[in-house]
């Protein structure tokens, strides 16, 4: 018996080494220049629809094996042409009008997000039970992203974790604020996904930014005036998600120079930048801000001063989001690939449910011409004349004739008659 086991065990050696073999040195020979190459010529022909001036592009320095099932990345760069992520393509104000280097300088340029290293493998042990679940890392914008992600319609959780990420190096992100922006970023998320699929997830999001501020003093909004740093301090994020959408249950900062508050949603779609937002973003500038010199008083209006800012004045969409609180107001919404930015001096929905205190579209006031317009500007299109308001009410029905002789145009009652029906003779 033992004889018989070794006879078949020498047989059983010369496969499994073959196949060792063709394994190992496939490993060690694996084209992958050749891989490099065919990634960024798939990625270029997914793109060949959208046009050449709205077309990505993807840039690989370096690619490479990372373990048995795995690749490494270095020097990734993802080119986004201008306006991709919300920011605006064309110049507008005075900039629309420069000239020379001036419109050069205003002139888009694409966003650009740099990883400058990254891999990413096949899980091996859930693969033998028929899951395929994928877990990377990378080294981007200062700090680290690493998590684990399923692939295909496999299902399971999806953890990501984002530790030390330098906002002043998120271009994109600068691009759709249209103002430097720094602190340093961490997030988790953590969501189940039924087969694979994000539009039925739940789970929780949680983000916290510390010392976080916007402007530095020299980079000019759509080049007119230049905002002074404004710190917001510490932003903290925090969402729930149900059946696909992601609700923000706090979104708050209290800074010493600017205050943020916000609420909404996320409708989580395929693929995740088709997700749709809609969120309400409130800031407001503090009074020890906008005294701070004379440059903010003119910027954005002394303290208790009737007289408007040159940011309001000089940006319509300013002088329509501002509310009666004195916060400018945002409504956030679209894509997430392409969100869009509208003024929203109302209050959102979710505020109005909690009773957050702020200008309320039922409240109004009263215009020369008897006209009752909401506080904040209408979203709706200008009328003809120019007139952005809402058209007037309709009178109110006439009142009923009354019994007593009240109006002193009233025509003369007719002389009384005598007996015989006839008037008396004077």
Not at 155 to 167: C, T
Not at 173 to 190: E, M
Request: proline share 10%; hydrophobic share 35%.
């Amino acid at each position: 018996m033992k004889a018989r086991l070794v006879k078949i065990a020498k047989w059983a050696v010369y496969p499994l080494f073959y196949l060792f073999c063709l394994g190992l040195f496939g490993y060690l020979t694996f084209p992958y220049d050749r891989l490099k190459d065919r990634l960024i010529a798939e990625f270029d022909r997914t793109q060949q629809k959208r046009g050449p001036n709205q077309a990505q592009r993807l840039e690989i320095d370096e690619l490479d094996s990372y373990w048995f099932t795995g690749v490494e990345m270095k020097g990734v760069r993802l080119i986004l042409p201008p306006g991709e992520l919300g920011a605006s393509s064309r110049p507008s104000g005075a900039a629309a009008f420069a000239s020379g280097d001036a419109a050069k300088d205003s002139a888009p340029k694409p966003s650009v997000i740099e990883i400058d290293e990254a891999h990413a493998r096949v899980k091996i042990l859930p693969l033998l039970i028929g899951r395929t679940r994928i877990s990377f890392w990378a080294s981007v914008f200062g700090g680290e992203i690493e998590g684990v992600v399923p692939w295909g319609r496999s299902s399971g959780d999806v953890h990501v974790e984002v530790s030390d990420v330098e906002l002043a190096k998120v271009g994109p992100l600068g691009d759709i604020l249209g103002l430097p922006i720094a602190g340093t970023l961490s997030a988790n998320l953590d969501l189940s996904a039924p087969d694979g699929k994000f539009n039925k997830a739940n789970g929780a999001l949680e983000v916290s930014a510390k010392e976080v501020s916007v402007g530095d003093g020299k980079t000019k909004i759509q080049g007119l005036i230049a905002l002074p740093e404004a710190k917001l301090g510490e932003l903290l994020l925090s969402a729930e998600a149900k059946d696909g959408v992601l609700k923000v249950t706090k979104m708050s900062a209290n800074g010493q120079d600017l205050e943020l508050d916000g609420d909404g949603k996320v409708t989580m779609r395929e693929p995740w930048n088709n997700s749709t937002a809609d969120l309400y973003v409130r800031f407001k500038f503090t009074d020890a801000y906008r005294s701070k010199s004379d440059l903010t008083k003119s910027l954005l209006g002394a303290p208790g001063s009737s007289m408007p800012g040159l940011i309001e004045m000089q940006q319509p969409k300013m002088k329509r989001s501002k509310r009666a609180d004195g916060f400018y107001g945002w409504h956030v919404h679209g894509p997430l690939k392409k969100p869009r930015f509208d003024p929203h001096a109302a209050e959102s929905p979710a505020a109005r449910g909690r009773g957050t205190p702020g200008a309320s579209p039922a409240t109004t006031t009263r215009k020369p011409g008897g006209v009752n317009l909401p506080l904040g500007a209408s979203e709706a299109a200008p009328r003809e004349g120019g007139e952005d308001h809402e058209p007037p009410a309709m009178p109110p029905p006439p009142p009923p004739p009354s019994t007593e002789d009240e109006s002193p145009t009233r025509p003369p009652s007719p002389p009384p008659v005598d007996g015989e029906g006839t008037p008396p003779v004077e």
